[in-house]
């Protein structure tokens, strides 16, 4: 059974960082893409940051561009995804995502609140 797991959420205020981590289970870690969406309160989910499955290609919503980092640890099965220069608007729950063909996983979401 595939888990995927997010952590590393919490309150922070603008400006600051955080990192979230997606630890996986249950499947080929190294082959599956990886990506990182949120969702916002009454907002609809949207894509934040995508690895492929090498790790040498990255690609980033234009929200998130300069700010944030995402990279994966193969031998950890974990993907992360770094984030810097926090604004409130990038409050909402962050959910990792792991892809490979027609299959496509999700965690359960950590919560990021950017709040002074």
């Known amino acids: 059974q595939v888990h995927l797991v997010e952590s590393g959420g919490g309150l922070v205020q603008p400006g600051g960082s955080l990192r979230l981590s997606c630890a996986a289970s249950g499947l080929p870690f190294s082959l599956y893409s990886m990506s990182w969406y949120r969702q916002a309160p009454g907002k609809e989910r949207e894509f934040v940051a995508s690895?492929?499955?090498?790790?040498?290609?990255?690609n980033y919503a234009d929200s998130g561009k300069g700010r944030f980092t995402i990279s994966r640890d193969n031998a950890k099965n974990t993907v992360y995804l770094q984030m810097n220069s926090l604004k409130p608007e990038d409050t909402a729950v962050y959910y990792c995502?792991?892809?490979?063909?027609?299959?496509?996983?999700w965690g359960q979401g950590t919560q990021v609140t950017v709040s002074s």
């Open positions: 995502n792991a892809r490979l063909s027609n299959a496509r996983y």
């Open positions: 690895i492929r499955s090498s790790g040498g290609e990255t």
